[in-house]
């Protein structure tokens, strides 16, 4: 795959020149200066953007609530990003289930910390209701749709539909799995729906998400113009086990 990225340049700049988005992974595990924020923005082309996940501080740790300062905290950190910033993503623990009350105070926290796009990815079984479905639509938030799903419907994007968010975890094997031509072909119908489309491969353990991501951009190209991401080969702060494409 090496020969789809230029040569020379670091491994965000020879990214960003084969590809125009990127979810950054590693805000989940450790915090970032608003300087490296900065600096990433400043080294991809206008175009190009970041998705970034909630720290685990706020999702697994805090379970959400008390997340006052760590939003603001958070917030200020990435907005160094500037406009190149894109979703916000929050992944939720399977544990977590849902809770009327709760999450409609941190959804609307969150859209008053960090204005724009956000995307829940849910996993415990509860998110997968009506109820949930229509507090996620209030917000403007979208349902992640993931695979392999852990309830029926999981794969299906849901919640707020101005944006579709997917995220492609690899299966059988989750992270290692690559998929194959069929797969591409729905993942790319999910891709076409509606409002703004980011979809995501996480199935980086064996790099199988390069050639997916690059698959699923060719297959796009016939269609209404896509974005796309895929982990590159070198590391700078590993920031992304994803791959993406958005529009």
Same mark, same amino acid.
């Given at each position: 795959m090496r020969d789809q990225f230029p040569s020379e340049g670091s491994a965000l700049k020879r990214y960003a020149a084969r590809f125009d988005a990127v979810e950054i992974n590693s805000s989940f595990h450790r915090p970032h200066r608003r300087t490296t924020y900065e600096r990433w923005a400043a080294s991809v082309p206008a175009a190009f953007r970041f998705a970034v996940k909630l720290p685990k501080a706020i999702t697994?740790?805090?379970?959400?609530?008390?997340?006052?300062?760590p939003l603001a905290r958070f917030a200020e950190e990435v907005g160094g990003l500037g406009g190149k910033r894109g979703p916000v993503l929050v992944q939720l623990p399977p544990s977590l289930a849902f809770d009327a009350e709760l999450a409609d105070s941190?959804?609307?926290?969150?859209?008053?910390?960090?204005?724009?796009?956000? #995307?829940? +990815? /849910?996993?415990?079984?509860?998110?997968? $209701?009506? @109820?949930a479905d229509a507090l996620l639509i209030a917000h403007a938030v979208a349902r992640v749709a993931a695979d392999p799903a852990r309830?029926?419907? #999981?794969? +299906? /994007?849901?919640?707020?539909?101005?944006? $579709?968010? @997917?995220?492609?975890?690899?299966?059988?094997?989750?992270?290692?799995?690559?998929?194959?031509?069929?797969?591409i072909e729905a993942h790319a119908a999910v891709a076409r729906t509606a409002g703004e489309s980011w979809t995501m491969y996480d199935n980086t353990t064996l790099g199988a998400a390069t050639a997916n991501a690059l698959a699923l951009q060719a297959g796009l190209a016939s269609g209404?113009?896509?974005k796309g991401q895929v982990d590159p080969s070198g590391d700078w702060s590993n920031p992304s086990s994803s791959a993406a494409t958005w529009s």
């Open positions: 697994h740790e805090r379970r959400l609530v008390e997340s006052a300062e941190f959804f609307g926290r969150l859209g008053e910390t960090l204005p724009g796009r956000v #995307a829940c +990815e /849910p996993r415990h079984p509860s998110w997968f $209701t009506a @109820a309830v029926p419907g #999981a794969a +299906e /994007p849901g919640g707020w539909r101005g944006l $579709t968010y @997917a995220r492609w975890h690899g299966s059988p094997a989750i992270y290692r799995s690559s998929y194959d031509e069929t797969a209404r113009k896509q």
